[in-house]
């Protein structure tokens, strides 16, 4: 069964960086879009920034400049640096991944992660 783990959550003060770890295991075939959004209490879930298989990163504008994100395809994994972190940027970060599993060869479907807590507090 395919799943997304990811770790790197916590409390940071304001100016602080984080690293975010997005782990997909399972019997796949290929994972292609990779990506991070939020939801903060209250909001819909966002996208903060998503990166192909093959080609350029997407940030969502409020992130741009302070957040990167990278891929390891050897690990499976995809990874949100997140630099000068703000209050606002505090919510709920959730991994999502296009992927192919073995089950559905023709079919690659979307998952996502459980979720890991940002809070940016002083």
């Known amino acids: 069964q395919v799943q997304l783990v990811e770790s790197g959550g916590g409390l940071v003060q304001p100016g602080g960086s984080l690293r975010l770890s997005c782990a997909a295991s399972?019997?796949?075939?290929?994972?292609?879009?990779m990506g991070w959004y939020r939801q903060a209490p209250g909001k819909e879930r966002d996208v903060v920034a998503t990166?192909?298989?093959?080609?350029?990163?997407y940030y969502a504008g409020s992130v741009k400049g302070r957040f990167t994100i990278s891929r390891d395809s050897a690990k499976n994994t995809v990874y949100l640096v997140m630099n000068n972190l703000k209050p606002e940027d505090t919510a709920v970060y959730f991994c999502?991944?296009?992927?192919?599993?073995?089950?559905?060869?023709?079919?690659?479907?979307?998952?996502w992660g459980q979720g890991t807590q940002v809070t940016v507090s002083s």
């Open positions: 999502n991944a296009q992927i192919t599993p073995q089950t559905t060869p023709n079919s690659p479907l979307w998952y």
């Open positions: 399972g019997s796949m075939l290929n994972i292609g879009t």
């Open positions: 990166l192909p298989e093959v080609g350029r990163p």
